[in-house]
Nanobody
Framework: EVQLVESGGGLVQPGGSLRISCVAS????????MSWVRQAPGMALEWVSS????????TYVDSVKGRFTISRDNAKNTLYLQMNDLKPVDTAVYYC?????????????????WGQGTQVTVSS
């Protein structure tokens, strides 16, 4: 059974930091590019960041560049998102998603697997 399980979300004050994680099982993790996608209340899905299966070529939406860092540990089948200098606009449910290499990471229909999401709330 394929599973993507996110954890690490919570409530943080503006300017604070969080690291969220996504543990994968049931498929060849290193063969897949991985992404973080978020959804704010009442809003559409927003792609945040992606990284290849080889742990290279991280990409980010402009609004998080310089603040968020995506990484992965293929030995642990785990994807991470380190989030620094958090802002209230970062409040959302954060999902991890897996797509084989060569897919269009900006097209959500291209992803094979999705996690259930973890809530990140940035508020004073």
């Amino acid at each position: 059974e394929v599973q993507l399980v996110e954890s690490g979300g919570g409530l943080v004050q503006p300017g604070g930091s969080l690291r969220i994680s996504c543990v994968a099982s049931g498929f060849s993790f290193s063969s897949y590019g991985m992404s973080w996608v978020r959804q704010a209340p009442g809003m559409a899905l927003e792609w945040v960041s992606s990284i290849t299966g080889y742990n290279t070529s991280p990409t980010y939406v402009d609004s998080v560049k310089g603040r968020f860092t995506i990484s992965r540990d293929n030995a642990k089948n785990t994807l991470y998102l380190q989030m620094n200098d958090l802002k209230p606009v970062d409040t959302a449910v954060y999902y991890c998603a897996a797509a084989p290499h060569g897919r269009n990471w900006y097209d959500y229909s291209e992803y094979d697997y999705w996690g259930q999401g973890t809530q990140v709330t940035v508020s004073s």
